[in-house]
């Protein structure tokens, strides 16, 4: 008699359980379904607005869209001898390019670490001004490196120098956020035990600090410098020298010059992806300790 | 005991060479990064760059992103006198709107500069009152005369042939045969607000606010409120209304091209992930078309994309969208690489096909991770757009990159790289909110 009772009181129970179950699942429904109905209208008239605004509409443009390779494909295949030569003359700008990079990621690395270390509780020298450098780098991480480098250009004329202080500053600011959350988890200890035997600020980062984080920097570092190598390429193209300069040299000069744009294309394409995997495997072996 | 102390003094040996070896990369790699310095100081050419940079230039766009010069003119052929912001026809001043501090009549003029300097025009003759020097006389009847009782002409005067000019702390006069300028400078930005078309223009914020609150109407087709906000938006000097629509259009490429490239990568990246790529080749092609993409790197696109569909925000768009279709697709694919096989067994067991053991058992596992990358590279694609839009030509970069070259407008570079710096941070700041939120999960994220 008793056992009916629960059984029966059990199932109404469960009932209760099953249709709060089903309206949550249709609320939820309904939620994500209005959810995706609104981004389906913000994509398909963010669609319309900038098809709207382009120069050339999106439709008409879409079969033209193998022109440029096809014109660019057949004219270095006909001068495919020049391909080579085209190639070697790249290299000196390319050489820029990289370096532009290189000297911007140790610059800006460098300059991370300081704003890290000054921006990291319970690590900065002046733990009252942590808000001020912490601003500094988001402020060095909002500028875009165009806006630098054209600025710079204007007063110190085209060259790799401007690209690479607008791309070292724009490091600097990403770098100081990326380093301040590695910081953030070391280990304290290393750092207590120093300061017990009397160790200075400095000598508690560089002996407490550093060797904790450095492989986290190396790795951070590296995944820069292959973000850093297409900016500086981009800057080129805006006017501060390199490849992406030889490029706009080459494709403004138009037909007859395609065959060299090509070259600088395919030098461009294969450094891009070999300090891609040169990075990714000296990171691997940074992480798992084996390429 | 013998074994113990050889033990340990291998243990010794070992040691010091190890350190030793630490020693020795201490010292390598800062004189590695010390020589590839010295490589670049030459390369980069440093010195003469020292040299090349115009700090003349430097000085001027400083000075100019901060204040701004009315230029007073006289025609020297018709002696016509006009008075005009930065000299420009736009920002001309009528008869009634000329400011106090100059005193234009038919073809006399009386400008008062600062630091008690003042210039008269009286027909062709041309005075300049300095309060140290004296009288400088130019007349310009016939070429331009410079007429001055010293011997030898000062410093603060520029003088040949056909050309005089002056500048001192006050302002700057400058004579021409068929010209005379006389320009006074002021602090911060002319006309922000209210061009001098509008019947706001130089009124202070009260009197603005008195004549919305207060005021007879001005123009009996709006409000004064309505004409207020509408000269704002139309001022035909800072065109802020266009400046709004090309924020708009960069944060647009950013969206588009960043959820398109979600929408397209999230399929292709099934096919790459090793548990649930149909077959090995199929993963082969699929990933190194994501490799193949992402190296193509957004400059590339950008210049392919803009023949085929012309300047704009469009084009912009899709160079974003082809190149994180890469990204996303190799982050996704190692994200379904990682899924708890579990919950697809689970519905596997009831019966579920594919479709719903995908809807249903991976997509819930994956979508917070997927959404919180995505918001990630949004916000970072609006810093992007900036620049992807200076090379295709669309929103503000194309804004920005105008006013750079013509390398008068410093105060509108001022005024746009602060709302790109704004519109960043504000993007940085909502996007890092609603990530932290999917993360945790404790709020409506799902």
Redesign the interface.
């Known amino acids: 008699m008793a056992e009916t009772t629960t059984s029966a009181m059990q199932r109404a129970d469960i009932e209760t359980v099953r249709e709060d179950y089903l309206h949550m699942a249709q609320r939820?429904r309904l939620?994500?379904g209005v959810l995706i109905l609104i981004?389906a209208v913000?994509?398909i008239s963010?669609?319309n607005?900038?098809?709207g605004?382009?120069?050339?509409?999106?439709w008409d443009?879409?079969h033209?869209?193998g022109?440029?390779?096809a014109d660019l494909i057949s004219e270095a295949y006909a001068k495919a001898a020049n391909l080579p030569g085209h190639v070697l003359n790249a290299l000196p700008a390319l050489i820029?390019t990289v370096?532009i990079a290189?000297?911007a990621t140790?610059l800006g690395c460098a300059g991370g670490v300081i704003f890290s270390l000054l921006g990291t509780r319970g690590l900065a020298y002046w733990p009252r001004l942590i808000p001020v450098f912490r601003r500094i780098t988001?402020?060095l991480?909002?500028?875009?490196?165009?806006?630098v480098a054209?600025?710079l250009i204007?007063?110190?004329?085209g060259?790799?120098?401007p690209a690479?202080i607008a791309i070292a500053l724009h490091t600097a600011g990403a770098m100081g956020k990326l380093f301040s959350e590695v910081n953030e988890n070391t280990d304290l200890k290393p750092v207590e035990g120093l300061q017990s035997v009397g160790a200075t600020w400095g000598q508690r980062i560089w002996l407490g600090v550093i060797p904790q984080v450095l492989p986290n920097y190396f790795s951070y570092g590296l995944l820069r410098f292959e973000i850093n190598i297409?900016a500086s390429?981009?800057l080129g193209?805006?006017g501060a020298g390199g490849i992406?300069y030889e490029?706009k040299n080459a494709?403004t000069f138009g037909h007859g010059k395609f065959d060299e744009a090509a070259a600088i294309?395919l030098v461009?394409?294969l450094t891009?992806?070999a300090v891609?995997q040169l990075s990714s495997s000296l990171r691997n072996y940074l992480t798992k300790g084996s390429f | 005991m013998v074994m113990a102390t050889q033990d340990l003094d291998n243990l010794r040996q070992a040691e010091i060479a190890r350190i030793g070896r630490k020693k020795l990369i201490g010292i390598t790699i800062p004189a590695v990064l010390f020589a590839y310095f010295v490589y670049v100081f030459f390369a980069f050419d440093i010195m003469g760059l020292a040299e090349r940079a115009r700090m003349d230039n430097a000085a001027i766009l400083v000075s100019d992103a901060v204040s701004y010069k009315t230029h007073v003119t006289r025609d020297n052929r018709s002696g016509e006198i006009t008075v005009a912001i930065e000299g420009s026809r736009r920002a001309t001043y009528s008869s009634e709107q000329i400011p106090e501090w100059a005193n234009v009549d038919a073809d006399s003029a009386e400008i008062t500069l600062r630091h008690g300097h003042h210039v008269t025009y009286d027909g062709p003759i041309i005075t300049y009152h300095h309060p140290e020097y004296g009288e400088i006389v130019i007349d310009t009847s016939n070429g331009v005369d410079l007429r001055i009782d010293a011997e030898t002409v000062p410093d603060f005067i520029n003088a040949s042939g056909n050309r005089v000019s002056i500048t001192t702390e006050g302002g700057r006069l400058s004579v021409t045969r068929s010209r005379t300028e006389t320009m006074r400078y002021f602090a911060g930005w002319e006309m922000f607000f209210f061009d001098l078309a509008s019947p706001y223009s130089g009124m202070s914020a009260g009197e603005v606010f008195e004549t919305v609150t207060r005021g007879v109407q001005i123009d009996p087709e709006h409000s004064n409120f309505g004409l207020m906000v509408s000269n704002f938006w139309n001022n035909s000097i800072w065109r802020h209304g266009d400046v709004v629509w090309a924020l708009g259009e960069t944060i647009l490429m950013a969206f588009l091209g960043t959820f398109g490239a979600a929408m397209i990568a999230l399929p292709l990246a099934f096919f790459a992930a090793t548990n649930f790529a149909p077959s090995k080749t199929v993963r082969f092609v699929i990933r190194r078309l994501f490799d193949f993409v992402r190296g193509l790197d957004a400059l590339i696109f950008t210049i392919i994309l803009s023949r085929a569909f012309g300047p704009g925000p469009m084009t912009g768009a899709l160079a974003i969208l082809l190149t994180d279709t890469g990204s996303f697709g190799k982050l996704f694919s190692e994200a379904l690489e990682n899924v708890d096989e579990k919950q697809i067994e689970g519905l596997a067991s009831t019966g579920a096909n594919a479709m719903q053991r995908n809807r249903f058992g991976v997509l819930p596992q994956i979508m917070p991770i997927l959404l919180s990358q995505v918001l990630y590279y949004f916000e970072s694609n609006t810093r992007s757009a900036t620049i992807v839009g200076a090379i295709v030509g669309g929103g503000i970069g194309l804004l920005l990159t105008q006013a750079i070259q013509t390398t008068a407008d410093w105060e509108k570079v001022t005024y746009y790289i602060a709302l790109i710096v704004l519109m960043v941070v504000a993007m940085d700041a909502i996007s890092g909110r609603i990530r932290a939120r999917l993360i945790k999960g404790d709020g409506s994220g799902k």
């Not at chain 1, 991480?141 to 806006?147: D, G, K, N, T």
């Not at chain 1, 204007?154 to 004329?157: A, E, H, L, V």
């Open positions: 939820r939620y994500s981004f913000l994509m963010g669609f607005t900038a098809d605004r382009n120069a050339g509409g999106f443009g879409l033209r869209l022109d440029f390779p820029e370096n290189a000297v140790i988001d402020v991480r909002a500028i875009p490196e165009v806006v054209l600025v204007f007063i110190m004329g060259g790799p120098v690479m297409r390429a981009i193209f805006v992406g490029l494709l294309f461009l394409f891009i992806v891609d």
